[in-house]
């Protein structure tokens, strides 16, 4: 068998989520300040006779096998535009939970895309990957740089951000998936008639990153689909309470949701308020994870 390759790829928390009126389009401008955390999904390729997917993880029976995987579209794209066929086999690891707003789809096609480009050696400069990542999605350019960064436009524009530290986090898993389209309508729906600001991002936030300060950050972050998907999902209130109990520093609903992220001191605080989420029952599974973590990476 031919050798494979294999690239990790984090998920996303967004600290700032600031969402315009809905544009002619359809489409939302956005202030979105994503922070790439050690949740990690695997995408492994090896050359086959024609495309076929695979996954596995706890989520794996949710996630679609077929031309519609972000991660089969972005082997697909990558090979319309250097003439070849993507004659590969996809094998994603899944760690990352599926429709949860911690951008999994997304990392599976920016994973695919670094993986198919060593894989056939394309040549692609950083950009022209960048590009094709924009064209598959919003979430996806951000999970190939990682880091910490600042998207505008529908949150594909990208600008790297310091960090002066790491930031600690729980996630609560919500047993159940939230469809981003579904939140942005509910969005639309909750807004109408109502003057909704140009989105901007928030410099006490950017000032807290660049300090590495986990309490100036809990004071800063924000997320204007919050109450959208509160009010497609009311049980997210029982774990938003339950974290703040358990004394997370700021707990918001992560994304489009309905992952709720906890923001924690260090990880000593992390560890006493999951097992707390654990404890209440209002989540279906828990994790801890840090960052800023590096994007997309050979391994
Ligand atoms: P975001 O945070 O970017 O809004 P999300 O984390 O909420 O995304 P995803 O896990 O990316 O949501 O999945 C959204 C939908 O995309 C799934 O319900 C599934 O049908 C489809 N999908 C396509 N490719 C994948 C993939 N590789 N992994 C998971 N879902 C995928």
């Known amino acids: 068998m031919s050798a494979g390759v294999t690239v990790r790829v984090p998920a996303k928390v967004n600290v ?3 969402v315009g009126a809905a544009r002619p389009d359809g489409f939302h401008d956005l202030a979105n300040v ?4 050690g949740l990690y999904d695997e995408v492994t390729v090896t050359p086959a006779d024609g495309l076929r997917v ?3 993880g706890p989520d794996a029976a949710q996630v679609p096998l077929d031309r519609t995987n972000l991660a089969a579209r972005a082997a697909i794209a990558l090979a319309e535009r250097y003439g070849r066929t993507p004659d590969v086999h996809l094998h994603i690891a899944k760690d990352i939970p599926v429709a949860g707003g911690m951008a999994g789809g997304s990392a599976d096609g920016a994973g695919a895309l670094l993986a198919c480009d060593a894989l056939w050696g394309t040549g692609a400069t ?9 064209e598959l999605g919003s979430d996806v350019p951000f999970s190939l740089v990682g880091g910490a960064a600042l998207g505008t436009g529908r949150g594909e524009k990208l600008t790297a951000l310091e960090t002066g530290g790491a930031f600690h986090w729980v ?5 159940r998936g939230l469809s981003t389209p579904a939140v942005f309508r509910e ?3 909750l807004t109408r008639g109502t003057d909704v600001p140009e989105p901007v991002a928030s410099g006490a936030l950017l000032d807290a990153l660049a300090a590495g300060d986990p309490d100036a950050l809990a004071a800063t972050v924000s997320n204007d689909l919050q109450p959208a998907a509160l009010s497609l999902f009311p049980e997210l209130a029982a774990a938003l309470a339950a974290g703040r109990g358990a004394g997370a520093l700021a707990a918001l609903v992560s994304g489009s949701g309905p992952t709720t992220a906890f923001l924690v001191r260090d990880a000593k605080s992390a560890h006493r308020t999951a097992e707390a989420l654990r404890a209440s029952g209002a989540c279906s599974a828990v994790r801890t994870a840090s960052g800023p973590v590096p994007g997309a990476t050979v391994l």
């Not at 996630?171 to 047993?175: I, K, R």
């Open 16 to 18: 700032q989520l600031a």
């Open 34 to 37: 994503f922070l790439a955390v």
């Open 54 to 56: 695979t996954c596995e």
């Open 126 to 134: 950083r950009d022209e990957l960048l590009d094709i990542c924009a």
């Open 171 to 175: 996630f609560a898993m919500a047993g």
């Open 187 to 189: 969005f639309d729906r």
